[in-house]
């Protein structure tokens, strides 16, 4: 993708996507919303080094799954993008990485969009320091998470750049939604419709 202007702002949203859910969608739409970006990437990662998939998990089916549920916003074909790029570098997908490539690539101009369970975390992931140097972080809250304690604390430990979004605080689980689509239970309220159509299609999450 090209851009008419030298230094675009960029925003990133990784994650392993499976499978996108409802709080993924308010996460999201906050960012779009509330951070002055010219596009913005959903990267479905290839292998997340931070979770456990307790499936037969397809990350090339986690990204056509992706794709209808991000379509029906707004932003589609204008500013909202979907990245092959982790899936196509196979292997374990460090964010640092994905930032160290799109900086390089594309702007030094990086926002990255953390939940607030990943964000309690972030200072744990592979190379955390060139996390925080290469983007500023956009961040919600979550039920249960002192998630303004960590804020401060990046501040000092990382000279962290933080957006902290108004998104929902939404306590929705993978994990719980694969296990009700698997024993045939009912997602709607759970995913986008076209989240849930897509996996009742696909038959997907019977073995879980």
Not at 160 to 172: F, G, H, Y
Request: contains cysteine.
């Amino acid at each position: 993708m090209s851009f008419l202007w030298d230094r675009p702002r960029v925003g990133i949203y990784g994650g392993t996507f499976a499978p996108f859910h409802n709080g993924h969608m308010a996460l999201l739409k906050a960012f779009l919303c509330e951070c002055p970006l010219d596009a913005v990437y959903v990267i479905p990662a290839s292998i997340p080094p931070h979770k456990q998939i307790d499936f037969a998990d397809n990350p090339r089916q986690r990204l056509e799954m992706l794709k209808p549920a991000l379509r029906s916003l707004p932003e589609w074909g204008e500013r909202l993008f979907v990245s092959t790029y982790e899936i196509n570098r196979k292997g374990p997908s460090y964010t640092y990485l994905t930032l160290g490539y799109f900086h390089e690539v594309l702007s030094t101009d990086i926002t990255f969009l953390c939940g607030g369970d990943m964000f309690s975390t972030l200072s744990g992931w592979r190379c955390a320091d060139e996390i925080f140097r290469l983007a500023k972080i956009a961040y919600a809250g979550r039920p249960g998470i002192d998630i303004e304690g960590y804020a401060e604390r990046y501040k000092v430990e990382f000279g962290a750049r933080l957006i902290r979004l108004s998104a929902p605080q939404l306590d929705i689980s993978s994990t719980e939604i694969r296990k009700i689509a698997g024993e045939g239970g009912d997602i709607s309220g759970l995913v986008p419709p076209e989240t849930a159509l897509y996996i009742k299609e696909n038959g997907l999450y019977k073995n879980v």
